[in-house]
Every structure is written in C-alpha cells, then in structure tokens.
Nanobody, 126 residues
C-alpha cells in the first residue's frame, strides 16, 4: 500500500514557475514508477509526465515538453514536477500516481497506475 500526498500548488501569473511535490509513504517507493496527471474543469484527466523507478527514464506530454521537468528522490520518497513558463491552459488539479513497475517502459494512461494522491490545485492567470 502506498499513500501519496501532493503539495506546492497555488495561484500565479502566466510565465511563472511552480514546483509540485508528491510525498509517498511506505518503504518500497523505489519499486514504483511515478506519474503526474492533471484534470481541468469539464475535461478528462490527462497525462503530464512520468518517471521510471530508477529515474533514468522520463516522458512528457507534448503540451508540457520543454517546460516541465519530472524528477524523484528515492531517499526522500518524493517525486517532483518543476513547471516553468506556465500558461493559463495549465490550470488544473494536478495528481501524482504510482505504478508498481521495475521496467523502463512508462505508463501514460491513468488505468495503469495503482495509487493516486488527492490532488493539488494549480491556477495560472493571464
């Protein structure tokens, strides 16, 4: 069982930066690949970024590539999402998720993930 708690959301102007954190409970964090998803009002949850258990492999949605960076610190049981050059269309609730996966292939669909956090709101004003 893994419990995930996101933090770091907030309200900011377009062009700004924000770093989200996701702290995981349990002693087996390193066997999980981690992902970030987001859901805007009236829209489906969408993939943002993912990172393999070792941190060696990362993947991004086209809409955030070059602006967002996912990273993890297995010693701290934490995954991060650094978001730069934020746009109003990045406004959403951001969720982190864990998938038990010791391979290098990254999951980009929500049903492949086993555990989810409660989400943190990011609002970007124009």
């Amino acid at each position: 069982q893994v419990q995930l708690v996101e933090s770091g959301g907030g309200l900011l102007q377009a062009g700004g930066s924000l770093r989200l954190s996701c702290a995981a409970s349990g002693r087996t964090f390193s066997v999980y690949a981690m992902g970030w998803f987001r859901q805007a009002p009236g829209k489906e949850r969408e993939f943002v970024a993912a990172i393999s258990w070792s941190g060696d492999n990362t993947g991004y949605a086209d809409s955030v590539k070059g602006r967002f960076t996912i990273s993890r610190d297995n010693a701290k049981n934490t995954v991060y999402l650094q978001m730069n050059s934020l746009k109003p269309e990045d406004t959403a609730v951001y969720y982190c998720a864990a998938e038990r996966n010791l391979g290098s292939k990254l999951a980009v669909v929500s049903y492949e993930y086993d555990y989810w956090g409660q989400g943190t709101q990011v609002t970007v004003s124009s």
